[in-house]
């Protein structure tokens, strides 16, 4: 079953006509008339028919959908700044892992480097890749993004629990496991390719934030993140 989500709000038994991406992906990819798609507006899933009418492809809203796929954990992830195609990567799987908000940064060793001239071309696809993810895995809500900060803004995006990712933590280092029980939000932050400097490790700790391990290996960027998010998620579950 496909989903769309609704900028506006959606009523049972009403009409929701398809935006026109909507359309040309419901009728035009997925050669789909009369099928049942999911829509969502604000957190709300609902069931509906879809028909053709003239050019447009409507939906008529039928059923409420009250399964919850949203996480318990509001999850922040704060992701450094590391290559394009990894960096998308992690925000369609930190999505499916239901990451709440996504906060880019640049930090002392990022290998890459933002480019202000392109930053709203680069946030218009950031969001598109959530939105897609999010349709993709039936969440209820696509997760927020900021623009990217300076690592020292990370202190505004803190939560209940703040964890650093830290690969010199040592083996004696708490895990993620050991401080999510019975919270409601956390903090994650993964450093990029170069890792944290001394002075960055030092400032997280000083802001209130748990250098975590997650093993005696060096996980790439994207893996750490993969694996920081997945372990919430799953603590999540139970
Ligand atoms: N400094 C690393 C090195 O020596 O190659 C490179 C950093 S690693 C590629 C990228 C990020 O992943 C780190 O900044 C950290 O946030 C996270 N990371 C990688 N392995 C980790 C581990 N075993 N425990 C905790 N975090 C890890």
Not at 60 to 68: C, G, K, L, N, S
Request: charge should be negative; aromatic fraction near 8%.
């Amino acid at each position: 079953m496909q989903q769309y989500f609704s900028e506006v709000e959606l009523r049972l038994g009403s009409d929701y006509v398809l935006t026109k991406e909507q359309a040309h992906h419901a009728r035009d990819v997925m050669r789909m008339d009369g099928d049942k798609i999911r829509l969502v507006h604000e957190d709300r899933a609902f069931f509906a028919s879809l028909r053709m009418d003239g050019g447009m492809v409507v939906a008529h809203i039928e059923e409420e959908d009250f399964r919850q796929t949203e996480a318990s954990l509001q999850l922040t992830l704060a992701m450094a700044l590391i290559r394009r195609e990894k960096f998308e990567l992690v925000l369609q799987k930190a999505t499916e892992l239901g990451v709440n908000r996504i906060i880019p940064f640049v930090s002392q060793h990022c290998v890459v480097q933002e480019k202000k001239e392109k930053a709203a071309r680069q946030m218009e696809r950031w969001h598109q890749i959530l939105v897609e993810a999010a349709r993709q895995c039936k969440r209820n809500k696509v997760p927020l993004i900021s623009g990217i900060v300076p690592f020292t803004d990370l202190g505004e995006y803190c939560s209940m629990v703040n964890l650093a990712c830290y690969e010199n933590a040592g083996s004696m280092a708490s895990l993620i496991s050991d401080h999510i029980d019975g919270i409601s939000s956390a903090t994650v932050v993964v450093g990029p390719e170069g890792g944290f400097s001394f002075n960055e490790v030092e400032w997280l700790k000083e802001h209130g934030f748990a250098c975590v391990t997650l093993g005696p290996r060096i996980l790439r960027a994207e893996t750490a993140a993969i694996y920081a998010c997945a372990i919430v998620a799953e603590r999540g579950l139970q």
